[in-house]
């Protein structure tokens, strides 16, 4: 089981990317998704969810700002970052649950994690 993030890069404040998370092996449209991501010298924070049933979770500091969507034909989740600041600076990496069908509010056992993708906000 393999995830894979991807889409970072060095954006200007107020700039957008859009993260990819995409799976080889297995599928992700029955998982519940999530993104964290981890500054340096910071512990890793939880930044959004996506369930099967598609709705979705954010944390405080990206709501409004963020957005998470999946494309099933795609097997892909993607994260939408707008508005970037500087404390958006992180490595972020995806993350699917163990079991099939739980919602974000559940509590997903986030057992399958790929390798992060940087991003960097700075002018």
């Known amino acids: 089981v393999q995830l894979q993030a991807s889409g970072g890069g060095l954006v200007q404040p107020g700039g957008s990317l859009r993260l990819s998370c995409a799976a080889s092996s297995f599928t992700l449209d029955k998982r519940a998704i999530g993104w964290f991501r981890q500054a340096p010298g910071k512990e890793r924070e939880w930044v959004s969810c996506i369930a099967s049933d598609g709705s979705t979770y954010f944390a405080d500091s990206v709501k409004g700002r963020f957005t998470i969507s999946r494309d099933n034909a795609k097997n892909t989740v993607y994260l939408q970052m707008n508005s970037l600041r500087y404390e958006d600076t992180a490595v972020y990496s995806c993350?699917?649950?163990?079991?099939?069908?739980?919602?974000?509010?559940?509590?997903?056992?986030?057992?399958?994690w790929g390798k992060g993708t940087q991003v960097t906000v700075s002018s």
């Open positions: 993350a699917a649950d163990r079991w099939y069908g739980t919602r974000c509010d559940e509590g997903p056992d986030f057992t399958f």
